[in-house]
């Protein structure tokens, strides 16, 4: 359903910090179609017990794969989620590992089971015209995905949402975070890891023999606040200064993405602009580069939270006071 969404985090895969293949990061949405494709087409052949043999093998094929790749991500803390079913159930690595072995103990029971089984061809073109209804539906919610933003939004800037009301939840519950050091006695090799309270009222700092070490200072959580991918909604000018709350407190506000500003078809970019000044609104572009929009005041956002509200690039999310109205691309948009 949400293509581009997994092939951004394919991208994470392809990254410098988990598998090292950056060329590959370009190719990050045709694999993300493959591996689709492969996992319904083989799914749904599954369940009407199509070439059953060969779709069970096929499939234990793309769970040893998957194994291996949850399995490596979780074990070296790479990727914190999977991205297995996108927004829609949200799985950790190690759920996710854990979930590709179960499913593969179950194919190879099938297989076993299956072992001497003999397909009737009757029955198998019998079943074909079903399976074709099928690829068909699939191919319309896929090009949806793709072209348009996904059918259903299971993502937290779903329309109907209220950013000023999450935002008010996060501040009022915030999570707390301590600074770990880890130390090192020059004259013992003894190692610790303590807290920064620890740090000081047990008095490490006056010891000369204990040393922290260069690199190993961590921030770490040890109390949950509340949890909201709101919390990466943060709108910024270009000197850093934090104009969210602004924003949000508008009666109504146009706010033009842009995550990928050098791909972005310029000519359309204009006429969104264009398009957006004629309504009765405040319209503003937030991207990831400075001085990017050439009619409308420039706001600055991460890369990553400006994906993780819509897919298309450029796209528009209309707020009032707040509340997310309305949220296309801008090609919809301006056919809208």
């Known amino acids: 359903m949400d293509l581009k ?38 799914g749904f052949m599954l369940l009407l017990k199509i070439k059953l043999k060969e779709t069970i093998y ?59 089984r003999e397909e ?8 074909l015209p079903l399976l074709g209804v099928f690829v068909l539906i699939m191919f319309f919610v896929m090009y949806r995905g793709i ?8 993502r937290a800037y779903a329309i109907g949402t209220d950013l000023a009301a999450e935002k008010d939840k996060i501040n009022k519950n ?15 090799n003894e190692e610790k890891k ?41 709108i910024e000018d270009v000197n850093g200064n934090d104009f969210t709350d602004q924003m949000l407190k508008e009666p109504r506000v146009i706010l033009i993405f842009t995550y990928k500003p050098k791909q972005a078809d310029a000519e359309l970019l204009k006429k969104t602009e264009t398009k957006a000044l004629s309504q009765k609104a405040k319209v503003f572009g937030v991207s990831t580069q400075p001085d990017f929009y050439k009619q409308i005041p420039n706001y600055m956002m991460d890369e990553t939270a400006i994906k993780t509200i819509a897919r298309s690039n450029p796209f528009v999310l209309i707020l009032e006071k707040g509340v997310v109205v309305e949220k296309m691309g801008a090609k919809d948009y301006l056919n809208n």
């Open 5 to 42: 969404g997994f092939s951004f985090k394919l991208e994470e895969y392809f990254s410098p910090i988990v598998f090292d293949l950056p060329f590959l990061e370009k190719y990050a949405l045709a694999f993300a179609i493959i591996v689709v494709l492969l996992e319904l087409i083989l």
């Open 58 to 116: 096929a499939l234990i094929a793309l769970c040893v794969f998957f194994g291996f790749l949850t399995f490596y991500s979780a074990f070296y803390n790479v990727v914190t989620d999977c991205g297995c079913f996108g927004d829609a159930l949200k799985f950790t690595p190690w759920q996710s590992f854990w979930k590709d072995i179960t499913l593969l103990v179950l194919l190879i029971i099938l297989a076993f089971l299956y072992r001497k």
């Open 120 to 127: 009737n061809e009757e029955v198998r073109f019998g079943k």
């Open 147 to 154: 072209f348009h933003e996904p059918m259903i939004d299971f």
């Open 174 to 188: 915030p999570s707390e975070y301590k600074t770990f050091y880890a130390l090192k006695n020059k004259k013992t």
């Open 194 to 234: 303590v807290d920064q309270d620890e740090y000081i009222n047990k008095e490490y700092w006056k010891d000369a023999n204990w040393q922290i070490e260069e690199g190993k200072t961590t921030s770490e959580i040890y109390k949950k606040g509340y949890e909201s991918e709101i919390s990466k909604f943060k």
